[in-house]
């Protein structure tokens, strides 16, 4: 038997009897119990070591074989607006959406059949078509919206008028009912 020297989340320095033929994973299995032994990274004088590398045997209470517990950091809230100069800016000048790049200024209103029929518009028939003329009120401006275009002014003198936009969904976001 060896003794090394091991220091397990900063705490005081302690020493461990081991076979000398011992590997990192054999270390791990003596210190913690079975279900913590992949929750620590293991370390001695500054470079990982392996789970099959060798236990190193010449440690002391100054320089002993360091476990650090691995903190499971959450993933970053998904984006909802892509960052400036990642993407094309929309030709509505519109705050693009961070997955498709299209405008994401506008909010959907409708209920969940609603939803599904403007999500299929590319399949839309002229009687589609002429039905959405009557039902621009799934769509209202979100705050802070940069978008140009103007859905709910039939008599807006703006070039970019729900008559001549809304027939045609491709630059507005439908990656999600937002």
Same mark, same amino acid.
């Given at each position: 038997m060896v003794k090394v020297w091991f220091q397990r989340d900063r705490n005081v320095p302690t020493k461990?009897?081991?076979?000398?033929?011992?590997?990192?994973?054999?270390?791990?299995?003596?210190?913690?119990? *079975? !279900?913590?032994? #992949?929750?620590? =990274? *293991? !370390?001695?004088? #500054?470079?990982? =070591?392996?789970?099959?590398?060798k236990v190193p045997q010449n440690t002391t209470d100054d320089m002993p074989i360091v476990f650090t517990k691995i903190v499971n950091v959450p993933p970053p809230e998904p984006q909802e607006f892509a960052e400036p100069g990642a993407c094309e800016e929309p030709y509505c000048q519109g705050r693009p959406c961070a997955k498709c790049h299209k405008c994401r200024d506008w909010h959907f209103t409708g209920n969940q059949k609603q939803w599904i029929w403007v999500c299929n518009y590319k399949n839309w028939r002229k009687v589609d078509t002429d039905r959405w003329h009557g039902v621009y009120d799934f769509f209202t401006k979100r705050h802070g919206a940069s978008c140009l275009y103007n859905y709910t002014d039939s008599d807006s003198d703006s070039p970019y008028n729900k008559d001549v936009y809304f027939t045609d969904f491709d630059h507005v976001c439908l990656c999600e009912k937002h």
């Open positions: 461990i009897n081991i076979d000398p033929d011992s590997d990192v994973d054999d270390l791990k299995q003596k210190i913690f119990d *079975t !279900t913590d032994i #992949g929750q620590y =990274l *293991t !370390t001695y004088n #500054g470079k990982i =070591l392996k789970l099959s590398g």
